[in-house]
């Protein structure tokens, strides 16, 4: 079973900064079935990113996605005030998610 | 709109077996490529992929889990009923079904419901 590992676990920055996520999986996965999720307090999951750069519906686009292989990377242009959250990425073609990484106000 | 909606106990004993259903509109789960899945998350962690159940009848189970799990589909009522046997307290969790767009091609939700909370307690 593929392993993905976030990095960091926490990312603390201010609003304006520019956010960059890592996932990293332990065996090349095809790039067609990553995707990346934001998750807030008391909230269920929010699909951001499929097929490692492609936008969900009504995804704002300082929310992008790259990589191929083994590193993917979800980069927020300039944080915004909602977008302190939990991240989480998935490799979807077994349905393994990673480990999530926490944007935290600084 | 898509909508989903998780509904259940919030406690269960141990050794007991948990019923879960999940209540959606929006979509017909008969059409060609639909999904819908559950995944579950201990409180702080991360998630997990439980199950998922195709528009054609076709069952996916994460490995771990699969020998506790059944999914069932009834697309008249527009439900998905998600059992799981022999609860434990490490099953407690925040249990999510959510809808596999037919866009996919493997285990991706693009909705999500509220999830349902289920303490496994004696």
């Known amino acids: 079973e593929i392993v993905l590992t976030q990095s960091p676990g926490t990312l603390s920055l201010s609003p304006g900064e520019r956010a960059t996520l890592s996932c990293r999986a332990d065996?090349?996965?095809?790039?067609?079935?990553l995707a990346w999720y934001q998750q807030k307090p008391g909230q269920a999951p929010r699909l951001l990113i499929y097929?490692?750069?492609t936008r969900a519906t009504g995804i704002p686009d300082r929310f992008s996605g790259s990589g191929s292989g083994t590193d993917f990377t979800l980069t927020i242009s300039r944080l915004e005030p909602e977008d302190f959250a939990v991240y989480f990425c998935?490799?979807?073609?077994?349905?393994?998610f990673g480990g999530g990484t926490k944007v935290e106000i600084k | 709109q898509i909508t989903l909606k998780e509904s259940g106990p919030t406690l269960v004993k141990p050794t007991q077996t948990l019923t879960l259903t999940c209540t959606f509109s929006?979509?017909?789960?008969?059409?060609?490529?639909?999904?819908v899945g559950w995944i579950r998350q201990p409180p702080g962690k991360a998630l997990e992929w439980l199950a998922l159940?195709?528009?054609?009848?076709?069952?996916r189970y994460s490995p771990s889990l699969r020998s506790r799990l059944t999914i069932t589909k009834d697309t008249s009522r527009n439900q998905v009923v998600l059992t799981m046997t022999n609860m434990d307290p490490v099953d407690t969790a925040t249990y999510y079904c959510?809808?596999?767009?037919?866009?996919?091609?493997?285990?991706?939700?693009?909705?999500w419901g509220q999830g349902a909370l289920v303490t496994v307690s004696s």
């Open positions: 959510a809808h596999r767009p037919p866009y996919s091609n493997g285990r991706l939700f693009d909705t």
């Open positions: 929006g979509f017909s789960l008969s059409t060609n490529g639909v999904g």
């Open positions: 159940i195709y528009w054609d009848d076709d069952e």
């Open positions: 065996e090349s996965v095809s790039s067609t079935s």
């Open positions: 097929d490692a750069s």
């Open positions: 998935q490799q979807y073609g077994s349905s393994v």
